[in-house]
């Protein structure tokens, strides 16, 4: 496994990390047992970094890698949390007094004294431009409630805010070979502040595994049923919002792709995405041990090279960069 400075944390991590929303939420039923597994495949594959949030299962996913810690104090382990999803999302909530009552919360559910990463968690955008926000998080650090913060980001243009800032130390972006607009301006403005970023959805919500096809269906409490049109949240959490059965198709030409580099779809979507310049982490999630441990595989993948990006952004210009390149 290959390992990254996360940034301005200081902190080294492995390149491909751990999403732990489907052990929370939203992506059908994940059995505790089942958590516990991933959580201790991921970490014997290499994983050093898990990313969780406070609304993943209202909590539950914080609690789950809470226990784990516990069990494996030894472990080397850089945990990310989010906060801000459970209120109404208005700038006026993202002040202090809130920030203190939610990253208590999850010390709890983490079952430590410092959270090593907090992450404002895809806020409204006016956020960004309030200094009071900041000064906040830089208070929270004084007091080492959080060692560090960063943000996960909707758009390429709430990205740049966030590095523009002095005190952001990653930015969690979705970034996979459907999503290709960061590696416009993000992260090159993110190399040369040295901020990390994190990648997130970058399978494109399993689209990019080459496993599903125009007539696959999924679970009801899946968000890939409920929110392919953005009814719950922003419509690019699902699916990169690339329409679906454009997707399938595109990703079956990917799947080629990756077959002519002697690799699976999902390795190779994976490697490509950690091979990025810039790019901390990738934080695929995982429902199972045999998931964990192929997207762990991806972090010690050889070099996929120039012809291989080229290809990449060939299907991303013919296919999507019309309908995804303005919106996010």
Same mark, same amino acid.
């Given at each position: ?13 492995? =390149? ?117 926000? +900041? ?42 070979? +459907? ?6 301006? =993000? ?13 997130? =959805? ?30 719950? +949240? ?13 997707? =399938? ?70 296919? +999507? ?8």
């Amino acid at each position: 496994m290959q390992h990254r400075t996360l940034g301005r944390t200081g902190r080294d991590v492995s =390149v491909i990390g751990l999403g732990t929303w489907q052990l929370g939420a939203d992506w059908g039923e994940v059995s505790e047992a089942d958590a516990r597994a991933v959580l201790d495949a991921s970490a014997a594959a290499g994983v050093t970094f898990f990313d969780t949030a406070d609304v993943y299962g209202d909590g539950r996913s914080e609690s789950l890698i809470g226990a784990w810690r516990r069990e494996n104090p030894d472990a080397p382990l850089t945990v990310a949390t989010k906060m801000g999803r459970r209120v109404e999302q208005i700038p006026a909530n993202y002040v202090l007094e809130n920030f203190r009552s939610w990253i208590d919360r999850s010390r709890r559910n983490l079952g430590v004294e410092t959270l090593d990463l907090v992450q404002l968690h895809c806020p409204p955008t006016a956020v960004y431009s309030d200094d009071a926000v +900041f000064d906040a998080l830089d208070t929270l650090v004084e007091e080492q409630a959080i060692a560090a913060y960063g943000v996960s980001v909707e758009t390429t243009a709430e990205a740049l805010d966030a590095i523009a800032r002095p005190g952001v130390a990653t930015v969690q972006i979705i970034l996979n070979a +459907f999503r290709l607009k960061p590696l416009d301006e =993000v992260l090159p403005a993110a190399i040369e502040a040295g901020v990390g970023i994190i990648a997130r =959805v970058p399978l494109a919500s399993g689209l990019l595994s080459g496993r599903y096809s125009h007539d696959t269906e999924f679970a009801a409490n899946d968000h890939r049923s409920f929110n392919r049109n953005g009814e719950a +949240f922003d419509q690019g959490e699902t699916f990169s919002g690339v329409d679906y059965d454009q997707g =399938v198709e595109a990703a079956q030409e990917f799947s080629a792709l990756a077959a002519g580099a002697g690799l699976a779809p999902a390795t190779a979507a994976l490697a490509w995405v950690s091979q990025l310049p810039g790019v901390s982490s990738v934080i695929p999630g995982a429902r199972s041990v045999a998931q964990a441990e192929s997207n762990a595989a991806a972090g010690s993948a050889p070099e996929l090279g120039d012809d291989f990006t080229a290809a990449v952004r060939d299907l991303y210009d013919r296919r +999507f960069r019309a309908e995804v390149h303005p919106r996010w």
